[in-house]
């Protein structure tokens, strides 16, 4: 299955002030999702959430995979920019997107327990010192979106540690990394928690080294 990148020319200079324009690290998320695209169409998944949509390119790009009548997609950002450019995007690309303003899944993650078919995970994963990391959480703009603390993976490994009590039954999730985050040690984890996890596309983009891990409840 080949589809188009979505459509984001209406997003502005103004808007990547404070919106994390989408590059190599959103565009290896979305082929991740196109190779997965028949397991994913199979699957029939009813709720699908990406943590962090940015632009929206990814919860975009994912509603249009799916059909716009088969799933619901919810977004959520920190950052208020964010949830409204992730609407915009939609709306630019004929599909209806619901992005919440809220940290991680805070306010809906009990709702969501073992609901979630499908989850979306471009997180914050540069390392920085832990003041950085800080800063930019409370600033709720550009930086939280790429400011990941030590390994960069403190808020990611927030998500992981909850990740058995999110998945459904068949529940699939894809989490960009760089080679900072020790991706292997990720899926020893995963591993140890149950979880299948496995690289499923690696790139090289200038100086960083990106993959997609797949971890989902059953052997794929």
Avoid at 27 to 51: H, Q, R, W, Y
Avoid at 76 to 85: E, G, L
Wanted: hydrophobic fraction near 40%; glycine fraction near 6%; charged fraction near 20%.
């Amino acid at each position: 299955m080949s589809l188009p990148t979505p459509y984001i020319a209406h997003l502005t200079e103004d808007d990547y002030e404070h919106v994390y324009e989408p590059a190599e690290d959103s565009f290896i998320l979305l082929d991740a999702l196109e190779l997965d695209a028949d397991l994913l169409t199979s699957k029939k998944p009813t709720i699908c959430v990406e943590i962090g949509s940015g632009s929206g390119i990814a919860s975009t790009f994912l509603s249009n995979l799916l059909g716009t009548d088969n799933s619901l997609i919810i977004s959520t950002d920190i950052n208020v920019h964010a949830c409204q450019a992730t609407i915009r995007t939609g709306e630019a690309n004929n599909t209806t997107l619901n992005p919440i303003l809220c940290n991680l899944l805070s306010p809906i993650q009990n709702r969501l327990e073992r609901q979630i078919d499908i989850l979306l995970f471009n997180p914050p994963y540069v390392p920085t010192d832990l003041d950085e990391l800080i800063q930019t959480q409370i600033g709720k703009d550009i930086g939280g979106s790429w400011a990941g603390g030590n390994d960069g993976m403190i808020v990611t490994n927030i998500v992981l540690d909850r990740l058995p009590d999110l998945l459904s039954t068949n529940g699939i999730m894809y989490l960009v990394t760089v080679i900072q985050n020790k991706p292997l040690q990720i899926i020893k984890n995963m591993e140890s928690k149950g979880l299948i996890c496995k690289e499923i596309i690696k790139r090289r983009a200038g100086r960083e080294l990106l993959s997609v891990l797949r971890i989902s409840r059953n052997t794929i």
